[in-house]
Each structure stands twice: as structure tokens, then as C-alpha cells.
């Protein structure tokens, strides 16, 4: 009798099988089957990325569109506040499980379409970026080409939104390739251009709680402290090796300030921190440091030491000749704990215009 329920039993398992396939035992499984799902996988998660961007640029787009209907009725026939709360109203009854359409949201479309009346720029920049990046930038973002180079920029580095309030707070844009350098002197043609743009002056330090007052270890300290706040003024592609790295030459010890590599740029940098004003002497010590750092720690593969030297106020004319009589690729940048409104005006008079970004853009989308 248990004989027969066990065949039973038996029998009843390979009917099931033929309609409810088990999947083969791990050891089981061809060599090609690990390959065959992570292809898959990628496949799938590539897919749904896609799906994400596509819905997100239709909305954007929707929003402008809204914002334009909006501006146009507005401006024809004068109607204000309380037909845009009417509006409000109404299409969260015609659309009840769609978010977005609060009489606040709907300003802010209104001055979406207001401040980007070219739509073509729109479909091929800023749509690309969720609604609260968009609102970020209108908030924080007066001119025109100082909204569409972050803009650009928050697509390219994939910048969430804090990242790029913090970017907009910080002028970091401004504040690129501004740095004095004999980089187009010391490295290949190729790299100089792609490196000076990796760099900014000036440096602001103000996460640090430093001030003009402050000595060198105390500013060291505080960006060691608050490093990851550091490496982000700095840019994406360093990483932190060490502060006061020690070296040995000729029986002597050396610490340099603080040492970083730069992941894109396959090279250390050197970066050597003062209190004071700039002088000519501070670059023998850094190039002597560059010196070390290629003949002990360098790998073959890696490109040249880069050094940087942070000063408190440099002299332009004298960093430039300075920098001419030396063989190492180096950059001068002055620190600031503070932000003056003056200068940060100045600072963004010196973005490309709008004509001129929109050649970029141009430019990327025929690389694509």
C-alpha cells in the first residue's frame, strides 16, 4: 500500500512538471546561463531608464506647454490669480490621480515658458531634466545663459538637485578654467585644455569655517574634516589619498600638504595649502614635491604629478612669470571663505553667451 501511494506520488510530480517547469539545480545550469542573465538584466534596467527619461521630458514638455497657454491668455486678455486657482481646480477633477497641477505649480509653468521662450532649446536641454531641477534653476538662475550652461552641465554630470543648488550657490561654473597654469606649456596638447578645465580659482573654503585670520593647519584641518565637501569643490574624478603625506629624499623627511589622484586624468595632484599671500619661492617647494611624488609613488602608466598651489591673494602679473620658468605642470588658485555680491556678478559676466551655448549643444547632440 505505501508502495502505491509512493508511485502515485511519483507520477502526480512529473504531471505537475510538464505544466509548471522547475527551474534546472544551480549546479545544473550551462556556462552561458550567468552571461545570458546579466545581459538581460541590463537589458531590462536600460529599457526602464529609458522609459523614465521619455515619460520625464513629456511631462516637462506638457508643463511648458501649459505655461505657454497660460502666458499667452494671461498677456491677451489680463485675467490673474483667481483664474489660475480656477484652473487648478479643475483639471485635478479632470485628472484626479495626476499630481502637479496646484495653482504654486502652475505659476511656476507660466514662468517656465516665460523665461525659455525658445522651445526647441527647451526639447533639447532643459526638458531632460525633472521638474525640480527646473525649478531650481528659475529660482536661483536670473540670467538667461547662466540658466542654460547649468542647466547643460546638471544633464552632463547628472547632478541631483541639491548637487546643483549647491553648484548655483557656489558660482562653480564661474569659476572654471579660470586658474593661472603652464599646463599648456608641460603637458601634451591634447590633455591641457581638459585639465585647466578641471580646474577653478578661486577655491571657496567657506564649509570649513576658516576666515581670513585663519592659520594653514586650521584650514587644513577643517577640509579634512569636511572632506567629501572638499573633493566636491574640487570636482568629479579626484579621490583623496592622504593629508601630510610623508616623503623621504636624501635622508630628509617631507609632508606634503595633501596628496589626491585624479581618476579621469590617471595622475596624482599635489595640493599645497597657504595662509599668505603668493610669492615666487612657494613654487620650488612644490615642484620639489611634484619631483618626489613621480620618481617614488608614480606608476609607469600614470600621467605627470599636477600640482596646485592655494594661496591667500596672488598677484597675477607675478604668478604668470613665475609660472613660465618652471617645467612641472602647476596651477596658482587664491581661497575665499566668503562671496561678495560684486564679485560673484563679475563672476558670471564671464559664462559663454546663449548663442554660444547653444553651438555646444549643437556640437554634442552631432557627437551623439
Request: aromatic share 0%; hydrophobic share 40%; charged share 20%.
Given at each position: 500500500?505505501?508502495?502505491e501511494l509512493t508511485t502515485r506520488k511519483g507520477r502526480a510530480s512529473k504531471q505537475e512538471e510538464a505544466f509548471f517547469p522547475v527551474p534546472p539545480a544551480e549546479n545544473n545550469l550551462p556556462e552561458w546561463y550567468?552571461?545570458?542573465?546579466?545581459?538581460?538584466k541590463e537589458l531590462v534596467a536600460n529599457?526602464?531608464?529609458?522609459?523614465m527619461w521619455t515619460a520625464n521630458v513629456q511631462m516637462t514638455m506638457m508643463y511648458y506647454q501649459i505655461g505657454k497657454h497660460i502666458l499667452q491668455r494671461q498677456k491677451a486678455d489680463g485675467w490673474g490669480a483667481r483664474i489660475v486657482d480656477r484652473l487648478s481646480a479643475d483639471l485635478k477633477t479632470a485628472f484626479p490621480d495626476q499630481n502637479g497641477f496646484s495653482p504654486r505649480n502652475l505659476k511656476y509653468m507660466r514662468r517656465f515658458a516665460e523665461i525659455w521662450p525658445d522651445e526647441a532649446i527647451v526639447q533639447r536641454s532643459v526638458a531632460q531634466l525633472p521638474w525640480r531641477h527646473n525649478i531650481c534653476l528659475m529660482e536661483k538662475a536670473k540670467e538667461p545663459n547662466r540658466r542654460l550652461a547649468y542647466a547643460m552641465a546638471a544633464i552632463k554630470h547628472g547632478w541631483s538637485k541639491n548637487i546643483l543648488e549647491l553648484q548655483l550657490d557656489n558660482y562653480t561654473l564661474e569659476r572654471k578654467g579660470k586658474l593661472p597654469s603652464n599646463f599648456d606649456g608641460t603637458l601634451p596638447?591634447?590633455?591641457s585644455d581638459m585639465v585647466q578645465q578641471m580646474f577653478k580659482d578661486p577655491y571657496l573654503l567657506d564649509f570649513?569655517?576658516?576666515d581670513a585670520n585663519s592659520r594653514e593647519k586650521e584650514i587644513e584641518d577643517g577640509l579634512t574634516t569636511h572632506i567629501t565637501r572638499f573633493l566636491l569643490e574640487l570636482g568629479q574624478g579626484f579621490s583623496f589619498v592622504g593629508r601630510q603625506v610623508h616623503l623621504e629624499m636624501g635622508g630628509q623627511d617631507y609632508y606634503?600638504?595633501?596628496l589626491f589622484y585624479h581618476l579621469r586624468l590617471r595622475c596624482y595632484v599635489v595640493i599645497e595649502l597657504k595662509a599668505v599671500p603668493f610669492n615666487p619661492g612657494m613654487m620650488g617647494q612644490l615642484s620639489f614635491y611634484q619631483t618626489v611624488v613621480d620618481e617614488t609613488i608614480r606608476y609607469e602608466t600614470d600621467g605627470k604629478t599636477i600640482g596646485l598651489l592655494l594661496v591667500k591673494s596672488k598677484n597675477e602679473t607675478v604668478v604668470r612669470y613665475s609660472l613660465a620658468g618652471m617645467n612641472k605642470p602647476i596651477g596658482v588658485a587664491s581661497w575665499e571663505t566668503e562671496v561678495s555680491r560684486e564679485v560673484a556678478d563679475k563672476w558670471v559676466s564671464t559664462l559663454p553667451t546663449i548663442e554660444e551655448l547653444e553651438k555646444e549643444l549643437e556640437k554634442e547632440e552631432a557627437h551623439q
Open positions: 500500500m505505501g508502495k550567468a552571461e545570458t542573465l546579466s545581459t538581460l529599457s526602464r531608464r529609458q522609459i596638447a591634447v590633455q570649513t569655517g576658516a606634503i600638504d595633501m
